[in-house]
């Protein structure tokens, strides 16, 4: 007799394997031939590790969905059955509208893609979320936890809530940013129970957290015995002026800098009013104006005058980026340059303010480079102008030849002019970069880049009479307004107490010899021991160089360290048991270790430091920044860590001798400059024979009688140590 066979129940995986023999089958998705060996395991596997989209919707999820199914229609026997037909239909239905043949690429990425894609599409798509949800439920516990998390109180609510005042405070948004349909939108998918919270709130909290780091900063700066401030005044697009303020200072060897205030100026910038308003944010703080070091302003009347009477005399320094803003400026200002000038920039405000020049030089460069518009209150705009002008001179002749309306383009002698120029700008320009860094100590620099700022002006090959007298009138305004520069004591202490200049850069030893007064009286009112600090290795020498301007600095070092080797080896060949040339040798690797001391870099621009905390002397003058555009940024709290480019490090030979000192009734040989402390008597010294000034004498070191190899060895590890 005949009965009906049950029908075998066919697995899910063969709708996307065609099957070729008994033991092979044809993966639909990517064309693959995959072994089946009588079984679906190899298939299954294959959907699995290959198409992972595919097996997490239909497979992974098919229980799952069943689940859902049967709770909606409360049919538990025709449950299984629809759950499969529904979930088979979305991936049928999409392999009978796009069949796959054999020369269909086999990346599977893109199918996966465009199957995801489809089944979003479709209305019985279930969430994948959702469904791994249901099949790992959370506890009770769990989820009322979550839902107290963005409650007022919650702790997701309020890492949220301090995540978009930082963004707010950090990148200068306005308060309605929480009131934005786009913010609103992000905030509603990424975190959906978070409520939105209202302008008025977010302002509030802010004052909260400004109220909450004022108190920290304080107690930070009741525990700083030196700062330095840098203050400045600007006006914002209303006219409306503001004198900001900001404090620099170190703790150990970490740098901080912090916006203190910035503050409306209501009334006329009298110096007495500025000074009113210095001494109250001191106030303000909690720190006495004795604990501030210098400050640091431009070279404004009012602004000299009013630290004079907040801090004393003594502890002004003129800002240096604003001293080479006025010496370009006035170098600037010659009538035949400026003819030159207002053509070039006559030139670059065409392209600025015709579209269809801007568009044809844009394609003939095929770059985004575009002409760079000159700001007539910095300089150095005029020099980026200049530069980029020259560098796109060919592209822009032939633009201006082909408009009615542009203005006649340079000649080939005033091209040759401007060249010249920027050779002639260029050392200046160098100069504002490298004094222009906040998260670094800049005041050790000045003395050495004027030094550099000279010699590389005196150095250039000139052959037009213009630049030649713009050549011959920055060096008369260098010398008229940084001439006396040595004689700012706190700028001469900070370059000697930095292992890279010292003394190698001045040239008015009564200077030089004041400032090392100076630190030894502070050495003995301090009492403080010398911390042993262990020598870096030779590969920290290796620093890279932001600019050519310091190639004078390393010549002047190497041939002053040539010259100190040869003289303190003469007698070494001399002593039979080599212990002379020994001590030289072991003598010189000490000076470059010791010019390379990390503890110093860490505050010059030289990276971080892993050695002992500074000295007091060094924490006082080092932390002097040499340029007061800090005080116009509005970034509070911002502590700056990380390194910049700094000049390589050098000792300079003659740093262990002290320069002999003139007599008291010599009169300096520079022009008369605004010096903070008054000449120090001193004991006679001798006279150079080429300029008539006191000279430096060599001190030479006898060297011990023969002892020893291992007592001469330890004697010098010894030195070694305390020489660090």
């Not at 596997?45 to 595919?54: L, P």
Request: aromatic share 6%.
């Amino acid at each position: 007799k005949s009965f009906n066979m049950v029908p075998t129940k066919k697995s899910i995986v063969w709708k996307y394997f065609e099957k070729i023999d008994e033991k092979s089958a044809r993966c639909k998705l990517c064309q693959k031939i995959v072994k089946t060996a009588g079984n679906t395991s190899n298939t299954m596997a294959h959907i699995k590790n290959v198409h992972k989209a595919v097996y997490l919707e239909v497979f992974k999820s098919n229980n799952s969905a069943a689940v859902i199914k049967h709770s909606n229609s409360g049919s538990s026997d025709s449950f299984s059955t629809t759950s499969k037909q529904d979930t088979i239909t979305i991936s049928e239905s999409y392999l009978n509208e796009h069949q796959l043949s054999p020369s269909t690429s086999t990346s599977s990425s893109m199918d996966c893609s465009e199957i995801l894609t489809h089944n979003t599409q479709t209305d019985q798509k279930m969430d994948y979320d959702r469904v791994l949800s249901l099949k790992r439920q959370r506890s009770i516990e769990s989820s009322f936890g979550e839902i107290h998390a963005y409650t007022s109180t919650g702790d997701k609510t309020k890492r949220i809530n301090n995540a978009i005042m930082f963004m707010i405070c950090r990148d200068n948004q306005p308060f309605s940013l929480v009131e934005n349909e786009g913010f609103k939108n992000l905030l509603k998918v990424t975190v959906p129970h978070y409520k939105i919270p209202s302008r008025t709130s977010v302002t509030r909290w802010i004052d909260e957290k400004y109220d909450a780091l004022s108190t920290v900063m304080k107690n930070k700066l009741c525990c700083v015995e030196n700062l330095t401030l840098t203050s400045d005044i600007w006006s914002d697009l209303q006219m409306r002026s503001y004198l900001g303020v900001t404090a620099h200072f170190g703790i150990g060897i970490e740098f901080h800098v912090v916006t203190l205030g910035v503050y409306h100026l209501d009334e006329r910038h009298t110096s007495e009013y500025i000074a009113q308003t210095l001494t109250k944010t001191c106030e303000e703080w909690g720190f006495n104006t004795d604990k501030v070091t210098a400050v640091v302003t431009d070279n404004a009347a009012n602004m000299v005058k009013a630290v004079e009477i907040a801090f004393g005399k003594k502890k002004h320094i003129p800002c240096f980026a604003h001293t080479l803003n006025l010496v370009a400026q006035h170098v600037l200002a010659i009538p035949e340059l400026q003819e030159i000038l207002t053509k070039a920039k006559s030139v670059v405000t065409f392209f600025k303010q015709s579209c269809v020049a801007s568009d044809e030089l844009r394609k003939s460069i095929q770059a985004d480079t575009k002409l760079i518009q000159d700001v007539p209150t910095r300089w150095n705009s005029t020099y980026y102008m200049i530069a980029r002008f020259l560098d796109l001179r060919n592209a822009v002749s032939e633009i201006l030849i082909r408009h009615k309306t542009a203005p006649p383009m340079l000649t080939g002698m005033e091209l040759t002019i401007l060249t010249s120029l920027l050779n002639v700008l260029q050392p200046l320009e160098a100069a504002t970069k490298e004094i222009s860094g906040d998260k670094y100590c800049s005041s050790s620099k000045i003395i050495p880049l004027v030094h550099c700022m000279i010699s590389k002006l005196k150095n250039l090959v000139i052959e037009e009479s213009l630049i030649k007298d713009v050549q011959k009138r920055t060096l008369t305004e260098i010398n008229k307004r940084m001439g006396a520069i040595e004689q700012v004591s706190a700028l001469a202490i900070a370059t000697i107490l930095d292992p890279r200049f010292k003394k190698l850069h001045f040239e008015d030893a009564m200077a030089c010899a004041n400032a090392v007064i100076k630190i030894k009286e502070m050495i003995k009112k301090n009492q403080q021991d010398e911390s042993t600090v262990e020598s870096d290795s030779d590969n920290s020498d290796k620093i890279s160089l932001s600019s050519d301007l310091w190639s004078d600095h390393h010549k002047l070092v190497q041939r002053n360290w040539k010259t100190n080797n040869t003289n303190e080896s003469e007698g070494a060949h001399k002593d039979w048991k080599g212990w002379s040339k020994y001590w030289v040798d072991f003598k010189a690797k000490l000076k470059k270790r010791a010019a390379a001391v990390r503890s110093s870099q860490a505050r010059t621009g030289g990276g971080p430091s892993t050695e002992q905390p500074l000295s007091e002397i060094e924490q006082k003058f080092l932390q002097i920044l040499g340029e007061g555009l800090p005080g116009v940024r509005v970034e509070p709290f911002a502590e700056p860590s990380g390194s910049t480019a700094a000049v390589e490090v050098w000792e300079s030979p003659g740093s262990q001798c002290i320069p002999p000192t003139p007599e008291p009734d010599e009169a300096p040989l520079r022009p008369p400059f605004p010096s903070p402390y008054p000449p120090t008597p001193c004991t006679p010294a001798a006279v150079s024979s080429e300029a008539g000034v006191p000279g430096p004498t060599r001190r030479r070191c006898r060297p011990d009688p023969p002892m020893s190899r291992e007592t001469a060895r330890r004697d010098l590890v010894n030195f070694s140590q305390m020489r660090a």
